[in-house]
């Protein structure tokens, strides 16, 4: 019954090639966010939606884009995958903006 | 700009030993403070947070975290550790300036059984 669902949960993608990451959220939250977690970087903050049809710029935005077709859905998308995008990509939801709740992660390796 | 730093990259403690993990923030205003931990393959699970009033706060499996505005610190603590507590330890704050949460680095806790 995990609240917030991710896929795939790993991926092997072609340098250049478009990469699609799914979350799907059953918290009934408002606020949706897309974090990549770099060994020694923690988490940081790539784009964030406050509602549907509606995406905000994070951090790190650049060679991302975020879709928001609706409360439940938020989805992080890499035109032209790189190298440098090779991370451990997690999905959050939250009510307030405050206290968020994770997915489990999603592994991406570019080659 | 805020921002949140934990000194500790790795911590290595025996079984039953105490354990604090450290975390200083810098922040224009007196943040929301949170102490999220990572198991193995998995997602981020929130541990304790602190919005106001009393500096100590209690969380889940016999964790606690101390406020300190005058050191800009929220370090986790905890009396007697359990091998099953080896985890990442992610300290984070939000400032009210936006739904956004700044994490910290992480600390990576490795309890010796």
């Known amino acids: 019954e995990a609240a917030v669902t991710q896929s795939p949960r790993s991926k092997v993608a072609v340098t250049g090639g478009k990469v699609t990451l799914s979350c799907h959220q059953t918290?009934?939250?408002?606020?949706m966010y897309w974090y990549r977690q770099d060994t020694g970087h923690g988490l940081r903050l790539i784009h964030y939606?406050?509602?549907?049809?509606?995406?905000e710029k994070g951090d790190i935005p650049d060679g991302y884009k975020a879709s928001r077709p609706s409360q439940e859905n938020f989805s992080l998308i890499l035109e032209l995958a790189s190298l440098s995008q090779t991370a451990v990509y997690f999905c959050?939801?939250?009510?307030?903006?405050?206290?968020?709740?994770f997915g489990e992660g999603s592994r991406l390796i570019v080659v | 700009a805020q921002s949140v730093t934990q000194p500790d990259a790795r911590v290595t403690v025996s079984e039953g030993a105490s354990l604090q993990l450290r975390c200083k923030y810098s922040?224009?205003?007196?943040?929301?403070l949170f102490w999220y931990v990572q198991y193995p393959r998995q997602g981020l699970q929130l541990l304790l947070k602190?919005?106001?009033?009393?500096?100590v706060v209690q969380g889940v499996n016999g964790f606690e975290a101390e406020f300190s505005k005058s050191n800009s610190s929220f370090h986790l603590r905890k009396a007697s550790v359990h091998w099953s507590d080896s985890a990442v330890y992610f300290c984070?704050?939000?400032?009210?300036?936006?739904?956004?949460?700044?994490f910290g680095g992480g600390t990576r806790l490795t309890v010796r059984p």
């Open positions: 959050a939801s939250s009510d307030s903006g405050n206290t968020l709740y």
């Open positions: 918290n009934n939250h408002d606020y």
């Open positions: 939606s406050y509602v549907a049809d509606s995406t």
């Open positions: 922040s224009s205003v007196t943040p929301y």
């Open positions: 602190y919005y106001s009033g009393d500096p």
């Open positions: 984070a704050l939000n400032n009210n300036a936006g739904a956004k949460l700044t």
